[in-house]
């Protein structure tokens, strides 16, 4: 396979008035070509500070410590590059990678349209840029991709301000800006977050569509693991600022290793529980203006023993795609079993999903 993004040992503090927060502490994530990963966990985990350092968008008060983002991609002439995003100043990310190679969509599509200008015209403002088209190759180009994304009647759509449309068309609006330069990546920040259930539904199958007509590799950021599992070919689990589990979606959903895996899949909304509550991991993320000694969610781990206080576990490796960073792996540590509801539920997931296979 083709890889076309390798972030290696990132680490990002950002200043603020009450102090140093050390907020992404040592990220790995590779992606290959035609790929999707999920980036799943809590708010405040890390996932999007992650992202916007891979897109060069990352805020002023943003220190990177360490690290690469080696970004894959070829010129205009077919010959292969590779380019440390981290490396180089935001005129030249703009110019060279920003839309025309790695395209982002957020999760508020108000927040990302201009409302004083038609949609039309910001679907055709990548192109005039990156492509130097005229004005009429472009008009036609954003009409091919207003109907592509689902958008009906795009000749007087195009006439349209953000206010004009529904919450998911203007999502497919920024779709379809997402996707007027032909970028190599797509990365999904909550795409569907204020979008109602059929909503979602609809924008996941076509980002799904699209990317295999175009061969393109996609990141989702979420929190939501029902998403997860419909569009996901890898999983990478974030909490404080780490990845403390990785793997392919049915490792994840089927075989979870790390204490917190379990209560992400026990937190999902289940029918067929005899639960009348819904779970819940009890306690909170640390305050990563202090940084935590050891295991980062000892505090809220059930299964924590005397070293998860002392010493932050490595990642263990369970399969050659598998790993997860908790001390219940390490070899002295004594034998467990993961809890018998999620045991149950993982069940219950084999048996809706026809199997383990996706």
């Not at 790993?323 to 084999?350: C, G, H, Q, Y």
Request: glycine share 6%; charged share 25%.
């Amino acid at each position: 396979m083709e890889k076309i993004l390798e972030i290696n040992n990132l680490d990002i503090t950002f200043k603020t008035t009450a102090g140093e927060v050390h907020a992404i502490r040592g990220i790995d994530i590779d992606l290959e070509k035609g790929e999707t990963v999920a980036i799943v966990g809590e708010s405040g985990s890390g996932k999007s500070v992650t992202m916007r350092a891979v897109m060069g968008i990352l805020a002023k008060n943003a220190r990177v410590n360490s690290g690469t983002v080696k970004f894959h991609y070829k010129h205009e002439d077919g010959s292969a590059a590779e380019v440390d995003i981290l490396t180089k100043d935001k005129k030249w990310i703009r110019k060279h990678i920003n839309g025309k190679r790695i395209a982002m969509v957020f999760q508020d599509p108000m927040t990302s349209l201009d409302p004083t200008m038609p949609i039309g015209k910001q679907i055709m403002e990548g192109m005039i840029k990156h492509f130097n088209m005229s004005k009429d190759e472009a008009w036609e180009r954003a009409l091919r991709l207003l109907n592509e994304v689902g958008i009906s009647n795009a000749e007087n759509r195009m006439k349209n301000y953000p206010h004009q449309l529904s919450g998911g068309q203007r999502q497919r609006v920024v779709i379809a800006i997402a996707l007027s330069c032909d970028p190599d990546l797509l990365i999904c920040d909550e795409p569907t977050t204020a979008l109602d259930v059929n909503i979602q539904a609809k924008i996941l199958e076509l980002i799904k569509k699209v990317q295999k007509e175009r061969g393109i590799s996609v990141i989702y950021i979420t929190h939501d693991l029902g998403v997860v599992a419909k569009v996901a070919d890898y999983v990478d689990v974030m909490y404080a600022g780490k990845i403390v589990e990785k793997g392919n979606v049915n490792e994840i959903f089927y075989e979870p290793t790390h204490p917190y895996t379990w209560g992400l899949l026990s937190a999902m909304p289940d029918l067929e529980t005899d639960d009348d509550r819904l779970y819940t991991i009890p306690g909170s993320p640390p305050n990563l203006l202090y940084e935590p000694e050891g295991d980062a969610f000892a505090p809220r781990n059930s299964y924590a023993m005397k070293i998860d206080k002392l010493k932050e576990p490595p990642m263990f490796e369970i399969s050659k795609t598998h790993s997860a960073a908790t001390w219940l792996l390490d070899p002295r540590a004594p034998k467990f079993e993961m809890p018998v509801e999620i045991k149950n539920r993982i069940e219950r997931m084999k048996l809706a999903s026809g199997g383990a296979e996706k």
